[in-house]
């Protein structure tokens, strides 16, 4: 790692924020030390970083990827294209990127390399159906940085690799996986990412209904709509209404699944996803005829 490189982030960064180094110092250290660690001649203890750059709104893992990763806006730039594309499902094109990126020195620290072989896992099984490469991918890049406490891309890794399992209706194996992530995510001391727990919420639910557990899946979707709520994410909500729509239909309360899979359309229609606004649709048209036949 070339940690020279901290200094100078640390000034374009106060310098995007236009801040001088005195605001920047206030409450942390002299104005002094603060110049000295932009010009290189000192290197910040971790506490000093850390507020730092709580001061200047980013991570400390920030400055730490930057010594790392000399193109680390380049990087950035990829991770959040593959990350638009999964959201959308457009599984080739992140396998384009994966299968070009995967020998750019840029992605050869241990941590680009575990994206890139957990996102080739991804697309080797949607595009091709192999479960086992997946799953052998998936492995390899969680064994690059596991250890007894668990990071969000490895709950992210270990999150995919239950949903290869729920796909492939194997649900007795998919549940531990679950259960996983959300043990060491309750565990963790500052809950900053909420949209990797409703994630697993919402899988989880999925693969309780297929078991047939239909009021424990109604529970973890409530868990995940809370969840939004309290942090104000729309991240995977429709999702959580819709399932817990599904469930409540299937539990024979035939209003209330309406009004979920109402919400759930709301939500699709906010994001702009019409796919899933027309296929709810579809369902919630279906269930008022029902009810119409029924009278």
Request: glycine residues 4%; hydrophobic residues 35%.
């Amino acid at each position: 790692m070339d940690f020279s490189k901290i200094g100078h982030n640390i000034r374009e960064l106060r310098k995007k924020m236009n801040i001088s180094q005195a605001d920047l110092a206030d409450g942390i250290c002299t104005q002094a030390q603060i110049s000295k660690i932009e010009n290189g001649c000192v290197y910040p203890l971790s506490t000093t970083l850390y507020m730092i750059a709580n001061k200047l709104g980013v991570d400390i893992n920030y400055f730490f990827d930057i010594c790392e990763t000399p193109r680390l806006d380049y990087v950035t730039d990829v991770i959040e294209l593959i990350r638009d594309y999964l959201r959308n499902r457009e599984y080739e094109k992140v396998y384009n990127i994966v299968k070009a990126e995967r020998n750019n020195p840029l992605f050869q620290t241990v941590r680009n390399k575990q994206f890139l072989l957990w996102n080739e896992g991804i697309c080797v099984f949607r595009i091709h159906q192999d479960k086992e490469k997946a799953l052998m991918l998936m492995k390899k890049a969680l064994s690059l940085t596991l250890n007894s406490v668990y990071s969000i891309r490895e709950m992210e890794i270990i999150n995919s690799i239950g949903n290869v399992y729920t796909s492939t209706s194997e649900y007795h194996k998919a549940i531990p996986y679950y259960n996983q992530v959300i043990e060491q995510y309750k565990a963790l001391p500052v809950k900053k990412n909420v949209e990797i727990i409703n994630r697993v919420y919402y899988n989880y639910a999925r693969c309780l209904t297929f078991t047939g557990k239909l009021e424990d899946s109604v529970y973890y979707c409530d868990q995940g709509i809370k969840n939004c709520v309290y942090y104000e994410s729309m991240h995977t909500l429709g999702e959580l209404f819709y399932q817990k729509g599904v469930n409540l239909q299937q539990l024979e309360q035939i209003d209330a699944a309406i009004s979920y899979l109402q919400k759930a359309t709301y939500i699709f229609d906010l994001q702009h996803n019409m796919k899933y606004v027309e296929e709810v649709e579809l369902e919630i048209a279906a269930l008022l005829s029902g009810k119409e036949d029924t009278n």
